[in-house]
C-alpha cells in the first residue's frame, strides 16, 4: 500500500527551512504515518506482511498529479492520501479508470466535489453531521417545531438544508422546521411559538464568533423561562470563545468525530505502544492514523479485494466507520456521535 502525505522533505535539506504552514504540515504527515505504522506493526505481530510505500506530496497539487502518475503508486493495492482537497482533486482522475481504492484520511469535503467512484471518504462531510443531528432529534426529543437561527449567510444551507431533509423523512413532516434569521440577538418574534413546558429545541448552524455571542446571550436570557435544549455545529468543540458553562446552561449537543475515551482499555493499551514506540505523547492525528491502520491493515490481512471491498463497521479509539456506497462518491464514513455538555465537559450522549 502507498501513503502520500505533506512531508515537505525538500525544506529539511541543508540550507533550506520550513515555513510555519509547511512545518505544521510535516509534523501531521509524521504524527498521521507513526500512528499508522504503529497499527500496521501491531497486525504484523500475528503473522500478517505488508509493503508500505511512503510518497511526498508536498501539498502541492502538480505534485500530486505526477505521483498519481508513478507506477509504485498505480500499482498498490490501497492507496492513501493525498491530504488536501485540491491534491485529491489533482490526483484521482489519473486513477479513475483504474478502479484503484483511495482513502482521503483527514479531509471532511464532500467527496462529490471530486466524482471519484473508488474514493473511500473517512472523516463524515458537515452534511452527515447535520443528518446526524436531525435523527438524534427525531428519534430521542421527538419535539412538534426545531427553530433553526441563521445569521443569514448562503454557508449555512450546506448545515441546514441536509438538516430540514432529515427531519421531513424521518418525522413525515410532523415536525416542523421553523428557519429564523436573527439580527442582533433579536429573539423577540420567537416567544410566541415557545412552550413553557416542553423542550424548546433550536440549531445553531453558525461559525462566526460575533453573532454566536450575540445570540447565545440572548438564548440563555430566554432559557430562564422557557427549557431550551441547542443543536451547534460541530466546529463549535474547537472554539475557546465559547464557554462551557454557558453551554451547558443552553443544554447544548453537537455533533462529533473526534471523542475519545482515555479511560478504554484500548486506548491506554495503544497509549503505552506509542510512547515506548516513539518517546512522545499521540496527536490526534496520530491516533486517527492508528485506527486507520487497523482498519485497513486488518482487511489486507483477511484478503479482502480491495478493488470491491466490503467496508464493514469498525470502532475505533478516536472515530467510528459506517459506511456508505453512493454512485460517483465511493464510500463515505457517515458514523458521528452525539456529545452533550454536562460537569462542564463535552460527554458522549449516543
Do not use: C
Not at 458553562?245 to 506509542?274: G, V
Request: charged share 20%; no cysteine.
Amino acid at each position: 500500500m502507498s501513503l502520500i502525505l505533506p512531508l515537505g522533505l525538500d525544506h529539511a535539506a541543508a540550507g533550506q527551512k520550513y515555513t510555519a504552514s509547511g512545518l505544521r504540515m510535516a509534523n501531521m504527515s509524521v504524527e498521521y504515518y507513526q500512528g499508522f505504522k504503529l497499527a500496521l506493526d501491531s497486525i504484523t505481530a500475528t503473522g500478517a506482511n505488508y509493503k508500505l510505500q511512503l510518497f511526498d506530496s508536498k501539498g502541492d497539487a502538480a505534485q500530486a498529479h505526477s505521483l498519481a502518475l508513478n507506477p509504485k503508486v498505480k500499482s498498490s493495492e490501497l492507496i492513501i492520501g493525498p491530504i488536501f482537497p485540491d491534491d485529491i482533486k489533482s490526483f484521482t482522475p489519473v486513477l479513475n479508470a483504474a478502479r484503484k481504492p483511495i482513502v482521503s484520511p483527514l479531509s471532511p469535503a464532500s467527496p462529490a466535489t471530486y466524482k471519484n467512484q473508488n474514493l473511500i471518504t473517512m472523516t463524515p462531510p458537515l452534511e452527515y453531521h447535520a443528518m446526524g443531528a436531525a435523527t438524534y432529534i427525531v428519534k430521542n426529543i421527538k419535539p412538534k417545531k426545531v427553530f433553526i437561527l441563521t445569521s443569514g449567510f448562503s454557508e449555512e444551507k450546506l448545515y441546514t438544508s441536509p438538516f430540514k431533509r432529515t427531519i421531513d423523512s424521518l418525522s413525515k413532516r410532523k415536525i416542523q422546521v421553523v428557519t429564523i434569521t436573527v439580527a442582533r440577538g433579536n429573539l423577540t418574534a420567537l416567544i410566541a411559538q415557545l412552550s413553557a413546558n416542553n423542550q424548546n429545541v433550536f440549531v445553531i448552524p453558525s461559525t462566526k464568533q460575533a453573532f454566536l455571542m450575540v445570540t447565545l446571550r440572548s438564548l440563555a436570557e430566554l432559557s430562564k423561562n422557557y427549557p431550551v435544549t441547542l443543536f451547534g455545529h460541530p466546529n463549535w468543540e474547537r472554539f475557546v470563545f465559547l464557554k462551557a458553562a454557558l453551554l451547558q446552561q443552553l443544554n447544548t449537543h453537537i455533533t462529533s468525530t473526534d471523542k475519545i475515551d482515555y479511560k478504554s482499555a484500548e486506548t491506554n493499551t495503544f497509549l503505552r505502544s506509542y510512547r515506548s514506540a516513539y518517546r512522545a505523547e499521540p496527536t490526534d492525528f496520530a491516533i486517527k492514523g492508528f485506527d486507520q491502520g487497523m482498519y485497513f491493515g486488518n482487511l489486507l490481512a483477511d484478503g479482502e479485494d480491495m478493488d470491491k471491498p466490503d467496508l464493514a463497521d469498525f470502532t475505533g479509539i478516536h472515530n467510528s466507520f459506517h459506511f456508505i456506497k453512493k454512485p460517483g462518491q465511493g464510500w463515505i464514513n457517515t458514523h458521528v456521535d452525539i456529545l452533550k455538555y454536562e460537569d462542564f465537559e463535552l460527554k458522549r450522549v449516543k
